[in-house]
């Protein structure tokens, strides 16, 4: 199974752009590269998925170098609400079996 | 809203004794995962079913079972609860073999073994 390596925590302001990046060094062919955002005491929320180059949704973007051994998330204009635990996962789009969760990044977001 | 849904939220065991958490997967979802969070930690995966079988399990010992029943629903069972059960354990369901198959989680369910 791949392992992600993310930091730990993040700090930025309202308003900024929060780049969060993820190596996954041992990335298969056959793996997707999804985020997940969590806040206190709920559910991981989907927030994006990819595969290779750049994807965005209306909640960010997802940047992939062609290795693929990184990956970068965006959020666009933070705001105080953003502040909440981030994670990269690496595996096979659907399977479960193959998602591994890390200690994620937690971003707090200051006024 | 992800349409997972997990029940109850909330409740308290008493170590030794059994319980059984619920989760009603997306409409149109075959897959359904379970996954225990720990306070501070990120979830870890228990095992997965997928038509009514388990194809997929972490490392946890077989007081963790689990059922799925033909309308994709599932339970999550554990025997002999520990003090180190005390987590939040998430459902999540998805869609094997089909297309945008990404994995959705419900709230969970906080169980405190005291």
Request: aromatic content about 6%.
């Given at each position: 199974l791949a392992k992600t390596t993310q930091p730990i925590s993040m700090?930025?302001?309202e308003g900024q752009e929060v780049n969060i990046t993820c190596s996954h060094n041992n990335i298969a062919t056959n793996d997707y590269i999804t985020w997940y955002q969590q806040f206190p005491s709920q559910g991981p929320r989907f927030i994006i998925q990819g595969y290779k180059t750049k994807v965005t949704n209306e909640v960010a973007s997802l940047f992939i170098p062609a290795d693929r051994k990184s990956?970068?998330?965006?959020?666009?204009?933070?705001?105080?609400?953003?502040?909440a635990v981030y994670y990269c996962l690496v595996g096979r789009s659907g399977s479960a079996r193959q998602l591994t969760f890390g200690s994620g990044t937690q971003l707090t977001v200051l006024p | 809203e992800t349409g997972v849904t997990q029940s109850p939220t909330h409740l308290i065991k008493?170590?030794?004794?059994?319980?059984?958490l619920r989760c009603s997967s997306q409409s149109g979802h075959n897959?359904?995962?379970w996954y225990q969070q720990a306070l501070g930690q990120g979830p870890q995966f228990i095992f997965q079913?997928?038509?009514e079988e388990e194809n997929g399990r972490g490392n946890f010992p077989p007081r963790f079972s689990g059922l799925q029943f033909p309308n994709y629903s599932?339970?999550?069972n554990?025997?002999?609860?520990?003090?180190?059960?005390s987590a939040l354990y998430l459902c999540a369901s998805s869609l094997t073999g089909?297309?945008?198959?990404?994995i959705y989680f419900g709230e969970g369910s906080w169980l405190t073994v005291v």
């Open positions: 700090d930025s302001y990956s970068t998330l965006s959020l666009p204009r933070v705001s105080l609400s953003d502040t | 008493t170590r030794g004794q059994q319980v059984t897959t359904v995962s079913y997928y038509r599932s339970e999550l554990v025997n002999a609860l520990e003090l180190d059960d089909g297309p945008g198959n990404t």
